[in-house]
């Protein structure tokens, strides 16, 4: 996506070692984010209490789940290096990537290829149950 497409939000940068939100945490103003330059890390919670990283480069879009559940975070997201990203209230978002058919598709990639990780990780487990 082009930086420029980028509407209904405000741009942001973001030092490394920067904790975006955790589990738990109510929701901010801007609960939607999109990566333009940098490195995220997501961290879901497993059953055994470990972390699993999944990692959002430029042009992914998180914190779209719980912001459509209107609940409170369910991961854990960090800046892992010098980062911009822009970031929109739901609102904004619905009115962004109604209007950028490019928006909703990297959307709808991400929360796929974060489906896809998490069916690697438990699928087997769930398999054995």
């Not at 509407?7 to 738990?24: A, C, M």
């Not at 990283?53 to 719980?66: C, I, K, M, R």
């Not at 904004?92 to 990780?121: C, K, P, Q, Y």
């Amino acid at each position: 996506m082009i930086e420029t497409d980028l509407q209904y939000g405000e741009k942001v940068r973001i030092e490394p070692g920067t904790v975006l939100y955790s589990i738990g945490d109510s929701l901010t103003d801007h609960p939607i984010y999109y990566v333009i330059a940098g490195l995220i890390r997501i961290g879901i919670p497993t059953s055994d209490g470990s972390m699993l990283p999944v990692y959002q480069h430029p042009d992914s879009v998180f914190g779209v789940v719980e912001a459509l559940l209107d609940c409170s975070r369910l991961t854990t997201a960090y800046c892992m290096e010098n980062s911009i990203v822009y970031r929109w209230d739901k609102e904004g978002f619905d009115v962004a990537s109604s209007v950028s058919w490019e928006l909703a598709l990297e959307t709808i990639t991400g929360l796929t290829r974060t489906l896809r990780i998490m069916n690697a990780e438990f699928g087997d487990r769930i398999q054995m149950s």
